[in-house]
């Protein structure tokens, strides 16, 4: 089992930044990959990025490119989002996810199902 918690949401303005973390405890040996993804009022979950635990590759959501950083803190068991030129419409529920499956391809990082560990989520609200 592993437990994910996210920390750093928060209300911005749109050009401004914000800095997600998630601490993961319990077997956190066992992780192959953490991602985040996020609601907005009246959508689906959507996939924002993800990193893989052991060989740090990392991957975005084409609308969050060149925006987001996603990085991991092995040591420290957290993965940070760094998030920098923020748009109204990042505003949504962000959550943090890890799983203990071994991909087969980069697909598989998309996919929300492929997370078996969730956290409760933490407000992003940017304003125009």
């Known amino acids: 089992q592993v437990q994910v918690i996210e920390s750093g949401g928060g209300s911005v303005q749109a050009g401004d930044s914000l800095r997600l973390s998630c601490a993961a405890s319990?077997?956190?040996?066992?992780?192959?990959?953490m991602g985040w993804f996020r609601q907005a009022p009246g959508k689906e979950r959507e996939f924002v990025s993800a990193?893989?635990?052991?060989?740090?590759?990392?991957y975005y959501a084409d609308s969050v490119k060149g925006r987001f950083t996603i990085s991991r803190d092995t040591a420290k068991n957290t993965v940070n989002l760094q998030m920098n030129s923020l748009k109204t419409e990042d505003t949504g529920v962000y959550y943090c996810a890890a799983s203990t499956l071994s991909y087969p391809n980069e697909a598989y990082y998309y996919t929300s199902r492929t997370y078996g560990y969730w956290g409760p989520g933490t407000q992003v609200t940017v304003s125009s």
């Open positions: 990193i893989n635990w052991k060989r740090s590759e990392t």
């Open positions: 319990g077997r956190t040996f066992t992780m192959y990959a």
